[in-house]
């Protein structure tokens, strides 16, 4: 008999190989799904450790992936999951688990769920909270279509501390939406999810007899006289909370269900079955679980594995690899740090990513003056203009695609009031396995349309921590420092930040024929670029920019009138840096038809994840096409040597 290992080391007979889709698994006796979720569990740790990927929240909600395609007919009925780091053990269960082992990697499975990728992703998520907004849009057009299928929502790690979350329930509860909520709480229950009484009650809840009585205990209710009526609504709802925790819930106008145990199968099943079945809505399930459940190193972890590299299974050793230099992210919080211990007035403020941000560096220092607000990046552009309103200096750490969500509030609140809010952009540019949901693509474009910004990027770790001491310095408008994921360069770091003259770029070499104008981390990139052009005979300046705003107009004009062809590089979108650099040309009138500049920046296509460098190689932000894109500026065909070094 063929069998597999577990990870309690026991083996049983491998039923996880009969089922490629969740119709073989609705084949399946209720009695064996206990071992297919220990088996789901064993593979899911398995394919993470080769792969890296988040793995916590995964392990959490192996039994609940398992009963919600046990009991829901998918992919006619929709599972949403919200965020996607829950979603490996959903995609194994979904005709995936053949490439599971390639998950985000090259031409492989998404680290996140993705439409393209399969029917039983019926919605895309890499960014939290969205669940519910696109889960009631599901709903209503099933409805206005006559369809009956069912619409689930799993939100959960950390997602309803975001504002999108209520203001979906308030409009669901509005519409008295048929859709259902389960609330994946791993982290902290409003209810303890003990006992037979809980047990009792999250069965009984759920039933449709139950919620039936409910809706004619609020009918009759409303025939009351109206102090009566009030009375009576308030005795109902004391009597439920009272057992159930759930008030905000039914205040948003769900039914609230739960607590339940969302690793006891026999448990979930029943009350999803219930569920279901009742044709009122919206419901919201309140399922307690634990992140890296079943995997002892996870279990143990601070963080639960939520994020792991390629790992020994047997130990849960992570094979990082040595660092060679700090990464950005290091030198933004240690320089943070030592301005603040200059200025009191300094602050940080997070989205639920200290650690990401570096915000944990400065927290550990100066707790009382480091926030996170949690996955909030619209409070926390709003909150960071308040301080600052009030004389203090706060630095807004937020990595460059999250803080997309919270454009308005730049816009509104920052730009407008020309107040002196920093903005901290980690992620800029591409960042691998992540993929386009993670890109920094945009910030240079979006920001540097608006009014009184100062925006910055450094092309190495030492740039960084002058640039921090600048945006100290700025007292009267918004700024904005950009910086990539990753170690630095590893170049000597001074012992404090020096403030940079503002819109002041710098020149790494002096050339005669043609010019490189890099912003940002491209800088390397560049200046190989003219290590190759050299060598071809083609002489070369590299200049930092430094500044995507204000631009350095004299170094500019002294680029454009010294050589035949300019060249800017970024990493970023179209209307970026480039943009700014040809609208100061066209200022100085020097677009005249006879000067050559060309501007390299992101493709305008999203890219799929891959290592970085293959992704500005394929961006055409590498070496090889920078050199190319210099010949071909200047009529002449590049050695094929010169290519190949």
Known sequence: MKTTETLSGTSATPLLDTVEIPADLRRLPQSVLTQVADELRYETISAVSVTGGHLGAGLGVVELTVALHYVFNTPEDRIIWD???????????????????????????????????????????????????????????????????????????????????????????AQDARLIVILNDNDMSIAPATGALSKYLARTTSSGTYIHL??????????????????????????????????????????????????????????????????????LVHVVTKKGKGYKPAEAAADKYHGVVKFD????????????????????????CAEARRDPRIVAITAAMPDGTGVDIFAKE???????????????????????????????????????????????????????????????????????????????????????????????????????????????????????????????????????????GRIIREGSTIALLSLGSRLQECERAADLLAAAGLSTTVADARFAKPVDNNLIRKLARHHEVLITVEEGAIGGFGTQVMQSLNAEGLLDGKFRMRALFMPDLFLDQDKPAAMYATAGLDARTIVATAFQMLGREPAAAVLRA
């Open 313 to 336: 299974i047997v130990s849960g050793t992570q094979a990082k690899p040595k660092q060679q230099a700090p990464t950005f992210t290091q030198v933004f919080g240690e320089s943070l």
């Open 83 to 173: 965020v996607g780091h829950q979603a490996y053990p959903h995609k194994i269960l979904t005709g995936r688990r053949d490439r599971i082992r390639t998950l985000r990697q090259a031409g492989g499975l998404s680290g996140f769920t993705k439409r393209s990728e399969s029917e039983y992703d019926p919605f895309g998520a890499a960014h939290s909270s969205t669940s519910i907004s696109a889960g009631l849009g599901m709903s209503v057009a099933r409805d206005l279509l006559d369809k009956k299928n069912n619409v689930v929502c799993v939100i959960g790690d950390g997602a309803m501390s975001a504002g999108m979350a209520y203001e979906a329930m308030n409009n669901a509860g």
């Open 366 to 504: 100066f707790p009382r003056r480091a926030f996170d607000v949690g996955i909030a990046e619209q409070h926390a552009v709003t909150f960071a203009a308040g301080l600052a309103s009030e004389g203090m200096k706060p630095f807004v750490a937020i990595y460059s695609t999250f803080l997309q969500r919270a454009y308005d509030q730049i816009v509104h609140d920052v730009a407008i009031q020309r107040l002196p809010v920093r903005f901290a952009i980690d992620r800029a540019g591409y960042v691998g396995a992540d993929g386009p949901t993670h890109a920094g693509s945009f910030d240079l474009t979006y920001l540097g349309c608006l009014p009184g910004f100062t925006l910055m990027s450094p092309a190495d770790e030492a740039e960084l921590r002058h640039m921090i001491a600048t945006a100290v310095t700025i007292d009267d408008s918004p700024s904005a420092i950009r910086y990539p994921r990753g170690e630095g360069t590893g170049i000597a770091l001074p012992i404090e930040g020096v403030p940079i003259e503002i819109g002041k």
């Open 214 to 283: 409910r809706d004619i205990a609020k009918q009759l209710a409303k025939k009351l006289p109206r102090q009566w009526e009030r009375r009576a609504a308030r005795l109902e709802e004391l009597s439920r909370t009272y057992w159930t925790g759930g008030a905000i819930f039914e205040e948003l106008g769900f039914y609230y269900v739960g607590p339940v145990d969302g690793h006891d199968i026999n448990q979930l099943l029943p009350v999803l079955k219930n569920v279901r079945d009742t044709k009122q809505g919206p419901i």
